[in-house]
């Protein structure tokens, strides 16, 4: 059974610093991983998807990239800002039309 | 270009009432889903709809049904709430193995 894991839970960083988000999952038969933000009381919205025949993604200053054989993922967030703070939750796509998500990192970036 | 469209927004249910949550989306997606996501949890899959015409149960189904009315609309239903089904219902479609595309969140509560 596919489990996807996010580490750290939270995150509180000052403004301008780069960082990365982590994420990690147990089956390395999967179709994409993809990367969603999550602001409070709001729905998910994509941010980068990445096929399982892909090693990285880039949007701006945001840079996914995908190792199947170890299972994790990682995104790379640049010169971070305040609007920069929310969740942030990987989805791995299993296929069967079954996406397990992890449970999110909570980024904080202060002014 | 209205996307993913959910309502309520909100809901209080007392145990044993019933409701039905609504989904609707205009980007003639195939496949529409419908997730719950609870306090430091991913978002587990309730049931999804394959195509116009087809239901499968995912991870969490007991206590919900849905109807797949047409292609736009993906509607899930709450028999006789319990407080267990307290949390953020989220409902999201896709064209296939790309992005998916979710609205903005029921925040339903029972008491």
């Known amino acids: 059974k596919q489990e996807v894991t996010q580490i750290p839970a939270a995150l509180s960083v000052p403004e301008g610093e780069n960082l990365v988000l982590n994420c990690s999952f147990t089956?390395?038969?999967?179709?994409?991983l993809q990367w969603f933000r999550q602001d409070p009381g709001k729905g998910l919205t994509s941010l980068l998807l990445?096929?399982?025949?892909?090693r990285e993604q880039t949007s701006g200053r945001l840079n996914a990239s995908l190792d199947k054989s170890s299972g994790r993922s990682t995104l790379y967030i640049a010169a971070s800002q305040p609007g920069d703070s929310a969740t942030y939750l990987c989805?791995?796509?299993?296929?069967?039309?079954?996406?397990?998500f992890g449970a999110g990192t909570r980024l904080f970036v202060k002014a | 270009n209205a996307g993913v469209t959910q309502t309520p927004k909100f809901q209080v249910l007392k145990t044993g009432q019933s409701m039905t949550l609504q989904c609707a989306q205009d980007?003639?997606?195939?496949?529409m889903y419908w997730y719950r996501q609870d306090p430091g949890m991913g978002l587990r899959l309730i049931y999804y709809?394959?195509?116009?015409?087809?239901?499968d149960k995912g991870e969490v189904p007991n206590g919900y049904n849905v109807s797949r009315l047409n292609k736009r609309e993906f509607s899930l239903r709450l028999e006789s709430a319990a407080p267990s089904q307290t949390s953020v219902y989220f409902c999201?479609?896709?064209?296939?193995?790309?992005?998916?595309?979710f609205g903005q969140g029921t925040r339903l509560t029972v008491v």
């Open positions: 989805a791995a796509d299993t296929g069967g039309f079954k996406t397990i």
């Open positions: 089956d390395s038969a999967i179709y994409n």
């Open positions: 990445i096929q399982s025949s892909q």
């Open positions: 980007m003639n997606h195939n496949s």
């Open positions: 709809s394959a195509s116009e015409g087809t239901t």
């Open positions: 999201a479609s896709n064209p296939g193995i790309t992005e998916a595309f």
